[in-house]
């Protein structure tokens, strides 16, 4: 099976801090299935380092402020079509994230609160009908389909 990833659970530097989150899962999973890593941030244009930012309605603000709705909104589109392109069949994507999240991620006011709700890029993905997987859920790809 060819699985979308996000880029920062395999290790790669590109969240906001610049710091890894490398997953002891990832080789036995590499195993199994054919990894294709995006990270949507990146992708939209943004640099690493940069701001944390938060999901509030279908606004994503930095917490000094900024407006990076657009760069997310295009990450998530590169993300999609990447997808298409390579044929992934599903998405593993990091939780909490708002790109990637799925299920809860942070509410919009920089406190540490989770709310109900998705990543923008783990959302465009299921309504185009990827099925969407957070990290907490990987069992559920452990075997090739
Ligand atoms: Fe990881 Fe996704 Fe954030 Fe990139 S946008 S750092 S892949 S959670």
């Known amino acids: 099976m060819r699985i979308l990833i996000s880029a920062c659970l395999l290790g790669a530097r590109c969240r906001y801090d610049g710091v890894s989150k490398l997953q002891p899962w990832i080789s036995d ?16 244009g943004l640099p690493t380092p940069r701001p944390p930012a938060e999901r509030r309605g279908d606004r994503v603000m930095t ?68 099925p969407v997987y957070g990290e907490s859920r990987v069992a559920e790809l452990a075997d090739p389909i």
């Open 29 to 44: 999973l590499a195993e199994r299935h054919i990894l294709v890593p995006v990270c949507p941030e990146q992708l939209g």
């Open 63 to 130: 917490r000094d402020g900024g407006d990076v709705t657009a760069q997310y909104r295009r990450g998530a589109e590169e993300a999609l079509r990447l997808c298409r392109l390579l044929g992934c069949e599903a998405a593993l994507l990091k939780e909490r994230s708002p790109s990637c999240g799925s299920g809860m991620v942070y509410d919009g006011t920089f406190t540490g609160v989770l709310t109900a709700g998705e990543g923008v890029t783990a959302e465009l993905l299921r309504a185009q009908g990827i």
